[in-house]
């Protein structure tokens, strides 16, 4: 069924580390241009089905599938060249500049000789709002910046994937704001199809187009659908509460 | 009634201290199938220390096999209760002492790591042949960064225990051939231990001490802070990365530092014989004698092993570290006590060699 208008295919995924499953029988996929926001709430395995997808951890049981290919250590690094991660805590490399973290994909991969490469990289950072501080070392600019940094080395290879682990944690409004135009506009513009682990309901009503919500108690996928349509369901007490726990969140 | 537990109407943390020895005094004297009763009818106050107390009366009752029940009219305990029966009343039976049980998880846990370990060796070999082949896939900047740091780092250090360790092994040498009056020939004593054991042994241990400790823990810290991770998602091989250009530079800079710690040596031992009334010239004269050029370049390829095995030893202690805080001061600490006894290791086989084929 490996559909190729699908970039990720999980089917009947068991989701976790060896020895510890944290989620099971996750199906659902993801389609080239979308934008997917995984929902659920803190500790219940976004972040475990993100490194799946990036090829950190095997699945524990099931199927993965990704831009047609399966997900195993021999395939993994032909998956990747097409997929940026901007992991949760940011990852950027402590001994380097905002611009060298940028640049290190371009350096290893790209085509371009070195002076495009810097010019093309501060455009990344430029994209996220950081041009000014592209001679900053992650250790002198704050959380939200860390995590914009990230977001900017996720692109610069413009890869077709881009998985985003809570992109918005630590931002304004405004800055947050910024960033779903920034992710709508790559998209308009490239294509891009995005996987975002978010905790911003708004955001995800305004950017995505369809979403997973995990459930911790049940060790597995809630629901899976638009988020407007899901948020009207009444048939299922957990995503109701999801929906609504603050009375008119997103709305 | 002998075995109830009644709590005090005002159950503070301070009455929870007392009420829980009298507890244990009371639990402990109940055979395993006895009921036992915890009373809360009397409080009327209760701190959080009640539900805590509870809980634990509920799993303690619990592990001796005895059928616990509350007189709780105002529910103080309920939660407790509540919780205690969700995880079910099983008594648990008495730990016995296993053998076989850790024995072969010790072993399973020591082979796995031997071939985790096993794995990094062959991945590092196949990723240095990859380098030879593409030089340009090598980070030179890091490489030159890794290397100055080691040079850097250790050479203070190195410098001064060399000095000191051919100061002592010229006096005691010297003070033990004055009684034949030869004291001069500690001048042979000294370089030839110097250049061909010790002078690369010491200068290892100062490396694996500032250098492999802190190769371990910069990539620990970057496991934990998922560096690693992304790395492994931008398609760039940590042990290319992070760990080829480490080895380089400590297998380096060792001859280098290995050179400086028997130099000073020298120096030492000059100085102790000069104090001897043996002058320089003499002391340098017989040194040079007794000293082969073989000696010196088996000094220095030992020195450059050890590098490499320290290397090994601090990147492999990094990599596989816990991914948390702690993990970085348990792989620094692995990345020493690895690194020495490595080092100790190679020298006694090298030894051996050395014996063996009269070198
Ligand atoms: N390296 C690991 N080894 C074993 N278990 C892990 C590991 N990392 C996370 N877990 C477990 O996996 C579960 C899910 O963690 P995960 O990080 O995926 O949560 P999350 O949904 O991303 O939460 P948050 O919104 O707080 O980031 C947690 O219960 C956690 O204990
Ligand atoms: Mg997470």
Redesign the interface.
């Known amino acids: 069924m490996a559909d190729p208008e699908n970039i990720v295919e999980c089917e009947d995924l068991s989701a976790g580390y060896p020895g510890r499953t944290v989620l099971e029988h996750v199906s659902f996929s993801v389609k080239r241009g979308e934008i997917f926001a995984l929902l659920g709430g803190s500790g219940c395995g976004k972040s475990t089905i993100m490194k799946h997808i990036a090829g950190l951890n095997p699945p524990v049981a099931g199927r993965l599938r990704v831009s047609g290919i399966e997900m195993n250590a021999a395939n993994r690094d032909r998956i990747l060249a097409g997929i940026g991660v901007m992991f949760q805590s940011g990852a950027l490399f402590g001994s380097m500049t905002l611009l060298e973290n940028v640049m290190l994909p371009l350096e290893e991969f790209s085509p371009l000789p070195p002076e495009l490469r810097t010019a093309c990289a501060l455009a990344k950072l430029e994209l996220v709002g950081l041009r000014e501080f592209a001679g900053f070392l992650p250790s002198a600019i704050s959380g939200g910046m860390k995590k914009r940094a990230a977001i900017a080395r996720a692109m610069a290879l413009d890869p077709g994937l881009i998985l985003l682990d809570e992109p918005s944690a630590g931002l304004d409004p405004v800055t947050s704001a910024a960033l779903d135009d920034l992710v709508l506009k790559l998209r308009e513009e490239r294509g891009t199809t995005f996987i975002i682990v978010t905790h911003e309901l708004p955001s995800v009503f305004k950017i995505a187009d369809r979403c997973a919500i995990f459930d911790r108690d049940r060790r597995g996928m809630a629901a899976c659908g638009v988020p407007a349509e899901l948020r009207e369901k009444r048939d299922d007490p957990f995503i109701e509460a999801y929906f609504n726990r603050g009375g008119t969140n997103g709305r | 009634m002998r075995n109830r537990i009644e709590l005090p109407s005002v159950f503070d943390d301070a009455a929870a201290a007392k009420a829980w020895r009298d507890a244990k005094r009371i639990l402990r004297g109940i055979r395993p199938g006895g009921a036992v009763v915890l009373d809360v009818s009397k409080v009327e106050k209760a701190s959080d220390a009640l539900d805590a107390f509870a809980t634990v009366f509920f799993s303690v009752a619990a592990s001796h096999g005895l059928d616990a029940k509350t007189v709780d009219p105002h529910g103080f305990a309920s939660a407790a209760e509540k919780r205690s029966a969700e995880r079910g009343f099983k008594p648990q039976p008495r730990r016995q002492p296993r053998l076989f049980e850790p024995t072969g998880r010790a072993m399973y846990n020591l082979c796995r790591s031997l071939a985790d370990a096993c794995g990094f060796l062959g991945e590092t070999v196949s990723r240095t042949f990859e380098v030879l082949r593409h030089p340009s896939r090598f980070r030179f900047r890091d490489f030159m960064?890794a290397f100055g740091q080691c040079g850097a780092d250790g050479l203070p250090v190195v410098l001064s225990t060399g000095f000191l360790l051919g100061l002592i092994l010229a006096f005691e040498s010297a003070a033990a051939m004055k009684m034949f009056g030869v004291e001069i020939y500690s001048a042979d004593l000294l370089s030839i231990a110097l250049f061909r054991e010790l002078g690369p042994l010491v200068t290892a241990i100062m490396l694996v001490g500032r250098s492999g400790s802190a190769f371990a823990a910069e990539i620990a810290?970057?496991k934990a802070?998922?560096?690693i991770?992304?790395l492994?998602?931008?398609?760039?091989p940590p042990v290319r990365f992070l760990v080829l250009p480490r080895i380089a530079a400590a297998t380096a800079v060792m001859p280098a530092l290995a050179a400086g710690a028997e130099l000073a040596g020298l120096l030492g031992g000059a100085i102790v014989l000069l104090a001897m009334d043996i002058p320089p010239s003499m002391y340098w004269e017989r040194v040079a004698d007794a000293v082969s050029p073989g000696d010196v370049a088996l000094g220095l390829a030992k020195a450059a092993l050890f590098g490499l095995l320290a290397g090994l030893v601090g990147c492999w202690s990094g990599l596989a570290a816990e991914k948390t805080a702690d993990g970085v001061g348990g792989a620094a600490t692995r990345a020493v006590v690895g690194g020495i006894t490595a080092a100790a290791v190679a020298d006694g086989v090298l030894a051996a060699i050395c014996w063996l084929y009269g070198i």
């Open positions: 960064a810290a970057m802070n998922e560096e991770d992304a492994v998602t931008m398609r760039l």
